[in-house]
């Protein structure tokens, strides 16, 4: 009876974490502004970049059935990688190796 309850709690929080998890709009924003709050706001390389087209950056969005992720590359380097679940962000950038 206890196993069967689990499974039901468990199944219970697996369906809303499907239908709460953010689409890709919801992630590029949040990652947008976690790169503006690291880079301490405006950045004019940023400008300079968007104008001569140098310097584009890799987005990559991935579904995760109940999470998503979204990566954001800078050459070989992750620049933040973004999880999202419940309609909640967390971003981290990876320690350099």
């Known amino acids: 009876m206890r196993t069967l309850i689990i499974l039901l709690?468990?199944?219970a929080l697996a369906?809303?974490?499907y239908l709460t998890k953010p689409d890709e709009n919801?992630?590029?924003a949040n990652a947008e502004k976690v790169l503006a709050e690291r880079r301490g706001g405006f950045d004019v390389s940023d400008l300079i970049g968007d104008v001569l087209g140098v310097g584009k950056d890799e987005r990559k969005f991935e579904?995760?059935?109940v999470a998503t992720r979204?990566?954001?590359r800078s050459?070989?380097?992750v620049a933040v990688?973004?999880?999202g679940l419940f309609g909640q962000f967390l971003c981290?950038?990876?320690a350099a190796k």
């Open 26 to 28: 919801a992630q590029r």
């Open 15 to 17: 369906f809303a974490g």
């Open 75 to 77: 050459g070989d380097d």
């Open 70 to 72: 979204y990566t954001i």
């Open 63 to 65: 579904d995760l059935v």
């Open 92 to 94: 981290s950038q990876p």
């Open 9 to 11: 709690l468990a199944g």
């Open 81 to 83: 990688e973004c999880l």
